[in-house]
């Protein structure tokens, strides 16, 4: 079983930039095939960002998100991580990472087995 926890959250100005870090302990973070981080915002649902399916190098965004987030195709290490660039006021929400036990639809989060407690972003217009 592994324990994912989320770093790198923070407030940050319109167009700012954000690092995510999930790093893994208890099992090594490459034998999840999949690795996916979400997000929910104050009053709404939990939502998909983007996900890294490791064995086919697979990355996958959510269409508000696509062209500004980027997660790696290839696991380095034992830490995941999720680069947000040009943040717009929109993004503020808690980040979660999640691990899954077998490939599934990344975009659904009952795919995913294991969660982080999630970090904050705060985006200021």
């Known amino acids: 079983q592994v324990q994912l926890v989320e770093s790198g959250g923070g407030l940050v100005q319109v167009g700012g930039s954000l690092t995510l870090s999930c790093a893994a302990s208890?099992?090594?973070?490459?034998?999840?095939?999949?690795v996916g981080w979400f997000r929910q915002a104050p009053g709404k649902e939990r939502e998909f960002v983007a996900a890294?399916?490791?064995?086919?190098?697979?990355?996958d965004y959510a269409g508000s998100v696509k062209g500004r987030f980027t997660v790696p195709r290839e696991i380095a290490g034992n830490t995941a991580y999720l680069q947000m660039n040009s943040l717009k006021p929109e993004d503020t929400a808690v980040y979660y990472c999640?691990?899954?036990?077998?490939?599934?639809?990344?975009?659904?989060?009952?795919?995913?087995?294991?969660w982080g407690q999630g970090t904050q972003v705060t985006v200021s217009s």
């Open positions: 890294s399916v490791w064995r086919d190098r697979v990355t």
């Open positions: 999640a691990a899954a036990t077998r490939l599934g639809l990344v975009q659904i989060s009952n795919s995913y087995s294991y």
């Open positions: 208890g099992r090594t973070l490459s034998t999840y095939p999949m």
